[in-house]
T-cell receptor, first 113, second 109 residues
Framework: DTGVSQDPRHKITKRGQNVTFRCDPI?????LYWYRQTLGQGPEFLTY????????KSRLLSDRFSAERPKGSFSTLEIQRTEQGDSAMYLC???????????FGPGTRLTVT | AQRVTQPEKLLSVFKGAPVELKCNYS??????LFWYVQYSRQRLQLLLR??SRESIKGFTADLNKGETSFHLKKPFAQEEDSAMYYC???????????FGKGITLSVRP
């Protein structure tokens, strides 16, 4: 297991287009987190899953954002009708349970033109 | 509300000098504090957490609940310590992390 992986690593899209990112956590990890990081800021929490259940969403996650983890393994994060303000690094992390170390993926850098 | 403050953006020191990266937090519950590090072109990784009370790569951090601080210290900096450091606060059932803005540590030869 090489750790948390994310795909794609970079995405350039035009304003108004939809984009989808994928995260593959470490295989036995039941918790999966999404964070967003903009320039000069630390990562900000977006949402998290315990197995396939999405248990919390941040107020940062507008209704244009949706996340799924259909079988409790990989997760997708979709952004509809992208805006320039969505340009950021989207990070995924997983952990074996609550309160335990979160392992981060390399991130997907989104640029909306 | 959870909040983490890292008051400085950049710390530049010479090799062998002591390092202290400051972190203050605000949290009404029982906090879990972490330091994450990101080396150039690498992913974010955990450096240490207050529960383990370990020293990793010569770094230590003590949770001071009275001052709501979790400063990261190292007595003698090495060039390979140059990286971005983030203080993070967890706690509660969801264990989400609240990060500070980070600080760039630059260790000059």
């Amino acid at each position: 297991d090489t750790g948390v992986s994310q795909d794609p690593r970079h995405k350039i899209t035009k304003r108004g287009q939809n984009v989808t990112f994928r995260c593959d956590p470490i295989s036995e990890h039941n918790r999966l987190y999404w964070y967003r990081q903009t320039l000069g800021q630390g990562p900000e929490f977006l949402t998290y899953f315990q197995n396939e259940a999405q248990l919390e969403k941040s107020r940062l996650l507008s209704d244009r954002f949706s996340a799924e983890r259909p079988k409790g393994s990989f997760s997708t994060l979709e952004i509809q009708r992208t805006e320039q303000g969505d340009s950021a690094m989207y990070l995924c992390a997983s952990s074996l349970g609550g309160g335990l170390e979160q392992y981060f993926g390399p991130g997907t850098r989104l640029t909306v033109t | 509300a959870q909040r983490v403050t890292q008051p400085e953006k950049l710390l530049s020191v010479f090799k062998g000098a002591p390092v202290e990266l400051k972190c203050n937090y605000s949290y009404s519950g029982s906090p879990e504090l972490f330091w994450y590090v990101q080396y150039s072109r690498q992913r974010l990784q955990l450096l240490l957490r207050h529960i383990s009370r370990e020293s990793i790569k010569g770094f230590t951090a003590d949770l001071n609940k009275g001052e709501t601080s979790f400063h990261l210290k190292k007595p003698f900096a090495q060039e390979e310590d140059s990286a971005m450091y983030y203080c993070a606060l967890g706690g509660g059932a969801n264990s989400k992390l609240t990060f500070g803005k980070g600080i760039t540590l630059s260790v000059r030869p």
